[in-house]
């Protein structure tokens, strides 16, 4: 067997390895959250701050230059899991977001300007923030290049 298939084969059995590690996301599972109670929670908590979603508009603020304002909701070409959304909620800082430029969305330090929730909100807040957020994703599955359709 040649080393670099040697290498590759190792390097996806560490990779596969990963995703049962401690830390992996296997064998979480939400309840069922309610999507009218989580856009109430959604409110509530003033996500509206900096985030506009669906008919939710984003709240203005007194000072229009600092205004944070992070799109969720939309049309995606691959599903927020339910995963995503809590780290996104509970651990923003785990991923920052990819479509706006870093100094929009993170400190000086690379930490996410999202406010934390982690002392006030409760699991069940949560529960029905993610149905809400996730009724507000439309996938739109991959469809490759458009060409040559005759
Ligand atoms: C002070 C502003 C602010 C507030 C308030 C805020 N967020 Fe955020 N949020 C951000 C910023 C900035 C980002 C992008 C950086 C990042 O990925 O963490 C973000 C990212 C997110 C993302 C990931 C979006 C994506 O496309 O991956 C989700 C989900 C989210 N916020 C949900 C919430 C919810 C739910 C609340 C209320 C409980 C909330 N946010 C309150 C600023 C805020």
Do not use: W
């Not at 040649?2 to 590759?8: D, G, H, L, R, T």
């Not at 909620?89 to 934390?116: A, T, W």
């Not at 909100?121 to 809400?132: D, K, S, W, Y």
């Amino acid at each position: 067997m040649k080393p670099v298939f040697v290498c590759a084969v190792m390097f996806l059995i560490m990779l596969s390895g990963c995703d049962r590690g401690p830390k992996s996301g296997y064998g979480f599972r939400l309840p069922d959250g309610d999507i009218d109670r989580g856009q109430v929670v959604f409110v509530e908590l003033e996500c509206n701050a900096c985030h506009s979603v669906g008919s939710v508009e984003q709240l203005t603020t007194a000072n229009p230059d600092s205004i944070i304002s992070v799109k969720l909701g939309g049309k995606v070409t691959a599903i927020q899991t339910y995963g995503q959304l809590v780290s996104s909620i509970v651990n923003p800082s785990h991923r920052l977001v990819g479509r706006y430029p870093r100094d929009q969305v993170s400190n000086d330090n690379g930490e996410s300007l999202m406010r934390n929730y982690n002392d006030e909100m409760t699991v069940t807040q949560l529960i029905h923030l993610v149905a809400f957020l996730q009724s507000n994703y439309e996938l739109r599955p991959y469809q490759g290049p458009r060409d040559h359709l005759y």
